[in-house]
């Protein structure tokens, strides 16, 4: 007979606040962080000093495994970068048209955290550096005239999809956005 192992404090409280602030944003309280972790109020502090230190790491754990999904996405659809870029794109769509998602846990943080110094905008800075990096790479192998431009419209055009996909109920982006990200790929193709 083999025995599970539960998970300590620490990862309790990641996977809680992670599960939470998705639904619920990161505005959720620390009462239902707790009650969800099934921990003492001194295991948030000792060690996440608060709850601006566990939304921190929470969006940090949340990048790593959400760039690992574009990575795989993009790897998925083969070696063209047309191919790579607009398979984020229809990726995107079907989670947007998801009934159970609830936006983009990114750009929900950085707008309900009104404290420019919070630590979790550092954070959700780096994402987006990150999959800048991700599409300028895939523009230079398409030989795009402006990769770095196009991967900013890029970068926008997921934000769109995306609040699109979680406040505006029965609409489906995904064909627009779709349509939008062939039309930044090919307008810097000679």
């Not at 995107?92 to 950085?110: E, K, Q, S, T, V």
């Amino acid at each position: 007979m083999s025995t599970s192992v539960k998970p300590g404090p620490r990862e309790r409280l990641l996977l809680a606040a992670q599960e939470l602030t998705y639904s619920q944003g990161v505005g959720v309280g620390v009462d239902a962080l707790l009650k969800g972790a099934g921990v003492a109020r001194r295991s948030l502090y000792e060690h996440f000093g608060g709850k601006d230190g566990l939304i921190a790491e929470v969006l940090r754990r949340s990048t790593a495994e959400d760039v690992e999904r574009y990575r795989s996405t993009m790897d998925a659809a083969g070696e063209d970068p047309r191919a790579r870029l607009l398979a984020v794109v229809d990726r995107l769509g079907l989670i947007a048209a998801d009934p159970d998602f609830h936006g983009c846990r990114y750009l929900a943080a950085d707008l309900a955290l009104t404290d420019p110094e919070h630590p979790g905008h550092e954070v959700t800075r780096a994402y987006r550096r990150t999959l800048h990096g991700l599409f300028t790479d895939e523009f230079l192998a398409l030989g795009h005239a402006r990769p770095g431009f196009a991967a900013d419209q890029m970068l926008i055009l997921v934000d769109g999809l995306l609040a699109v996909g979680a406040t505006r109920p029965g609409v489906e982006p995904a064909a627009a956005a779709r349509d939008l990200a062939e039309h930044i790929i090919d307008a810097g193709l000679a």
